[in-house]
């Protein structure tokens, strides 16, 4: 089947190029969560 043999094979599954996308993604979203409590808390808002 030659249209299996012209792909270049991967080094990893495809799983992870979307896990790895959404996971730092959620990272970023709970870093900036937190520093808005924090500051919120600084300020007074919160609590």
Known sequence: M???RS???RQYPPFFEKII???LGVLVLVMF???LVAIGVL???IG
Do not use: A, D, Q
């Open 43 to 45: 300020v007074g808002w």
């Open 7 to 9: 792909r270049p094979p």
């Open 2 to 4: 030659p249209e299996f």
């Open 21 to 23: 996308p959404i996971t």
């Open 33 to 35: 969560l937190l520093l």
